[in-house]
């Protein structure tokens, strides 16, 4: 049996997207910059994708820069709203603890700049609260960024309570949507959305393409300098292969976005219920709350990256929180902001399933984490420590 | 493709001399919880002659490989030769680790130290 768990990672591309993107190949190759008619055509087609896209957000076609991922776009919507704050003499971003680190990352170096950045925190189901937002807006707060769902726990944040808040106070909002673009509803006019991110290759596209949409009226900045593409906003020749791929594959996301979301949502709960049967274990993130391809489990006295070469072995590919997967001393920084301490965050499975999954491969899984759980803890000094009482519990 | 050696994988899916030594003469245990690596050894040694070797491991694939290679090179061996192991040979009997996994090694090297220390202050006394 082979079972690909980790669609949050990324995922397999449709058959629609491969088709647009090598009918694009094949059939558009022109430079949409070039005005010849081979050039033209391609400019048309790269026009239609930018229509498609932005009519499923519920964005002007003017208000979509295509780039190159999740990351540009969240480097360029963050870099952007800070110069206009800073211009203003709003120089305080607002964010949370669990974003990406391509919105961590780039705060910090805003931090270096001179901006001061609060981090709501998520609590323990990885939610925040708008409440808590509001008391955090001061005067000088020039952005908001949030993410519209975790990329590790899946939890949903209430995107359009946000939006409306923000609006009302004049702030610009950004959402880095990367793992809702394509898996739930988005509307940015209805949820007050200034700026938003997405990546292709996280609803079946192509890698290496993205969008980033801003509010008409919001002044961008570039990352990348040089020809006039993207309304001066985004140099370089666009990738039309990429982004044909990326209209192509939203477009059938958001088609089968409700029975892929009906059919995902009841093998989500059959693993949930099937994986809390192993004692002390605990999920992570609201278990109602959130994307419902994602599932992300705790269990005590193991390490993760064991787990999944294990799991591996067994044909199922899934990917976890621990330290030792990354290279980095410290566990996932999203598993430490919901409460977990390090022990507990080390042991964690993050099984994000696709649209074609089936409860005889949901029992599959199930069936082996249960078994490799229990065959790590059997030679673990850690789980021997909690089962004698020399420690105790963190899960109950 | 692989992450690992074959060497590792083995150690990793079969782990030699796993377990706990009731009556055992030096147990040593290093690491902890929070950094995701914990290794317990535990040793039976009959006139200076390392005659069992028994490990548990919290850690990834290659601090389980490393603990179980580590316990390989030392069962037979006098204790002063066990006490001259290091994680460079841990590591070149597995056939290499990736430069971030060579912590494990060393992790292995001190466990397999902190049992024989604990059999030397305990021989002493």
């Given at each position: 049996?082979?079972?690909?768990?980790?669609?949050?990672?990324?995922?397999?591309?449709?058959?629609?997207?491969?088709?647009?993107?090598?009918?694009?190949?094949?059939?558009?190759?022109?430079?949409?910059?070039?005005?010849?008619?081979?050039?033209?055509?391609?400019?048309?087609?790269?026009?239609?994708?930018?229509?498609?896209?932005?009519?499923?957000?519920?964005?002007?076609?003017?208000?979509?820069?295509?780039?190159?991922?999740?990351?540009?776009?969240?480097?360029?919507?963050?870099?952007?709203?800070?110069?206009?704050?800073?211009?203003?003499?709003?120089?305080?971003?607002?964010?949370?603890?669990?974003?990406?680190?391509?919105?961590?990352?780039?705060?910090?170096?805003?931090?270096?700049?001179?901006?001061?950045?609060?981090?709501?925190?998520?609590?323990?189901?990885?939610?925040?609260?708008?409440?808590?937002?509001?008391?955090?807006?001061?005067?000088?707060?020039?952005?908001?960024?949030?993410?519209?769902?975790?990329?590790?726990?899946?939890?949903?944040?209430?995107?359009?309570?946000?939006?409306?808040?923000?609006?009302?106070?004049?702030?610009?909002?950004?959402?880095?949507?990367?793992?809702?673009?394509?898996?739930?509803?988005?509307?940015?006019?209805?949820?007050?959305?200034?700026?938003?991110?997405?990546?292709?290759?996280?609803?079946?596209?192509?890698?290496?393409?993205?969008?980033?949409?801003?509010?008409?009226?919001?002044?961008?900045?570039?990352?990348?300098?040089?020809?006039?593409?993207?309304?001066?906003?985004?140099?370089?020749?666009?990738?039309?292969?990429?982004?044909?791929?990326?209209?192509?594959?939203?477009?059938?996301?958001?088609?089968?976005?409700?029975?892929?979301?009906?059919?995902?949502?009841?093998?989500?709960?059959?693993?949930?219920?099937?994986?809390?049967?192993?004692?002390?274990?605990?999920?992570?993130?609201?278990?109602?709350?959130?994307?419902?391809?994602?599932?992300?489990?705790?269990?005590?006295?193991?390490?993760?990256?064991?787990?999944?070469?294990?799991?591996?072995?067994?044909?199922?590919?899934?990917?976890?929180?621990?330290?030792?997967?990354?290279?980095?001393?410290?566990?996932?920084?999203?598993?430490?902001?919901?409460?977990?301490?390090?022990?507990?965050?080390?042991?964690?499975?993050?099984?994000?399933?696709?649209?074609?999954?089936?409860?005889?491969?949901?029992?599959?899984?199930?069936?082996?984490?249960?078994?490799?759980?229990?065959?790590?803890?059997?030679?673990?000094?850690?789980?021997?420590?909690?089962?004698?009482?020399?420690?105790e519990f963190i899960l109950k | 493709m692989a992450l690992y050696s074959e060497k590792v994988m083995d150690h990793f899916m079969n782990p030699r001399n796993?377990?706990?030594?009731?009556?055992?003469?030096?147990?040593?245990?290093?690491?902890?919880?929070?950094?995701?690596?914990?290794?317990?050894?535990?040793?039976?040694?009959?006139?200076?002659?390392?005659?069992?070797?028994?490990?548990?491991?919290?850690?990834?694939?290659?601090?389980?490989?490393?603990?179980?290679?580590?316990?390989?090179?030392?069962?037979?061996?006098?204790?002063?030769?066990?006490?001259?192991?290091?994680?460079?040979?841990?590591?070149?009997?597995?056939?290499?680790?990736?430069?971030?996994?060579?912590?494990?090694?060393?992790?292995?090297?001190?466990?397999?130290?902190?049992?024989?220390?604990?059999?030397?202050?305990?021989?002493?006394?």
């Amino acid at each position: 049996m082979n079972i690909y768990a980790d669609n949050a990672a990324t995922t397999k591309m449709s058959e629609a997207a491969i088709r647009a993107m090598t009918d694009c190949m094949y059939n558009y190759f022109g430079n949409p910059s070039s005005l010849y008619r081979t050039g033209q055509i391609a400019k048309e087609k790269l026009e239609e994708y930018r229509e498609e896209i932005a009519k499923i957000i519920g964005a002007e076609p003017r208000e979509i820069i295509f780039t190159s991922g999740g990351s540009e776009s969240d480097n360029q919507a963050l870099l952007s709203a800070a110069m206009i704050g800073k211009k203003k003499g709003k120089m305080h971003i607002i964010s949370s603890a669990f974003e990406h680190h391509a919105i961590l990352h780039t705060l910090k170096k805003l931090e270096k700049n001179g901006f001061e950045v609060t981090l709501l925190p998520v609590h323990e189901n990885g939610i925040i609260r708008v409440e808590e937002l509001n008391e955090a807006i001061r005067d000088d707060t020039c952005l908001v960024t949030i993410m519209t769902a975790n990329n590790e726990i899946g939890t949903i944040q209430p995107i359009g309570e946000i939006g409306s808040l923000c609006r009302e106070k004049g702030i610009i909002f950004h959402t880095d949507a990367v793992q809702a673009v394509g898996h739930i509803p988005i509307d940015v006019k209805a949820q007050n959305i200034d700026m938003l991110s997405a990546s292709a290759h996280k609803f079946h596209g192509a890698k290496g393409v993205g969008f980033l949409y801003c509010r008409r009226g919001i002044v961008l900045s570039n990352l990348i300098e040089g020809g006039a593409q993207e309304r001066g906003k985004r140099a370089g020749t666009e990738n039309l292969p990429g982004i044909a791929s990326m209209a192509a594959s939203l477009k059938q996301a958001v088609e089968n976005m409700e029975s892929d979301n009906a059919h995902k949502t009841i093998i989500r709960d059959h693993l949930i219920k099937g994986l809390s049967e192993i004692p002390h274990s605990a999920l992570n993130g609201d278990a109602q709350k959130r994307l419902s391809g994602n599932v992300n489990f705790s269990f005590e006295g193991i390490e993760g990256e064991s787990l999944l070469i294990l799991l591996d072995q067994k044909g199922i590919s899934a990917s976890s929180g621990s330290a030792c997967t990354s290279g980095a001393l410290d566990p996932s920084h999203v598993l430490l902001s919901i409460g977990r301490i390090h022990d507990v965050a080390h042991g964690s499975l993050r099984l994000s399933i696709g649209e074609d999954i089936t409860i005889e491969e949901a029992d599959y899984i199930i069936e082996n984490v249960k078994e490799v759980v229990a065959y790590l803890r059997s030679f673990s000094p850690v789980w021997r420590d909690l089962v004698t009482g020399k420690k105790e519990f963190i899960l109950k | 493709m692989a992450l690992y050696s074959e060497k590792v994988m083995d150690h990793f899916m079969n782990p030699r001399n796993v377990g706990i030594i009731e009556d055992a003469d030096g147990v040593g245990e290093v690491g902890n919880a929070k950094c995701g690596d914990i290794m317990k050894m535990y040793l039976k040694i009959d006139d200076d002659v390392i005659t069992d070797v028994k490990f548990e491991t919290f850690g990834c694939a290659s601090a389980i490989a490393s603990s179980s290679m580590a316990t390989e090179l030392i069962k037979g061996k006098k204790v002063e030769d066990a006490m001259a192991l290091t994680n460079k040979a841990v590591a070149e009997a597995l056939d290499g680790l990736p430069d971030y996994k060579m912590h494990c090694s060393v992790l292995a090297e001190e466990a397999i130290r902190a049992a024989l220390d604990d059999y030397n202050s305990k021989n002493k006394a």
